[in-house]
């Protein structure tokens, strides 16, 4: 009887390591998905749905057709959701997601819609349209797995334009508060699922 109770305790134990060193095992934290500029063409005081602030964007006919940012430090090695206030042009398009350099998700543009998804590789972007004001104007949830995150640093993000019109954008707004402006917590961060 004492070695089956052992071997369960065992068992128990392996289970436990095992579920606190495997990816995605942590908490759920919900960070700002913007909190300083690396790179971009444009920049300027722009309007969305909660004001007008210092934003940062990007045309296809740019040379360099893309907006490089950081978000705020991780806090905790666990699987995150990045938060940030964006804004795209009305034409379709479609753009590029790099986290941390690594190609991640090829995302839409446009203004025919109102809500929509994308996932690649463990990542998981969702788009939520505020109103249509110089733009779809609206927030970004990016959820990442633990494995992109390291505790103590940011994460790097890149939105390149890669199809559409000479006059396709993609904007990202430089509120560093969109978290608390939204009053978003774990449980209340949307489910993000694959557009169908």
């Not at 790099?98 to 995302?107: D, M, S």
């Not at 110089?134 to 992109?148: E, K, T, W």
Request: hydrophobic share 35%; proline share 5%; glycine share 12%.
């Amino acid at each position: 009887m004492d070695s089956r109770k052992n071997l369960l305790i065992a068992t128990i134990g392996l289970c436990l390591l095992a579920s606190c060193t495997a990816g995605g095992s942590g908490k759920l934290q919900v960070l700002n998905g913007f909190a300083e500029p690396v790179s971009s063409q444009h920049e300027g005081i722009y309007p969305d749905y909660r004001a007008s602030v210092q934003s940062y964007w990007a045309y296809k006919a740019d040379s360099s057709p893309q907006v490089v940012w950081k978000t705020a430090t991780v806090l905790e090695r666990n699987p995150t959701a990045f938060v940030f206030t964006g804004s795209m042009g009305e034409a379709a398009g479609k753009a590029e997601l790099y986290v941390n350099g690594e190609k991640a998700i090829t995302f839409d543009l446009g203004a025919d819609f109102t809500s929509r998804s994308w996932e690649g590789g463990g990542v998981h972007l969702q788009f939520v349209r505020k109103i249509l004001n110089a733009g779809n104007s609206g927030i970004f949830y990016l959820n990442v797995p633990r494995s992109v995150t390291k505790r103590g640093e940011p994460v790097e993000l890149r939105v390149q334009v890669s199809e559409g019109a000479g006059g396709s954008w993609f904007m990202v707004k430089g509120y560093r508060d969109t978290v608390e402006y939204e009053k978003l917590t774990p449980e209340t961060v949307p489910q993000v699922t694959p557009a169908g």
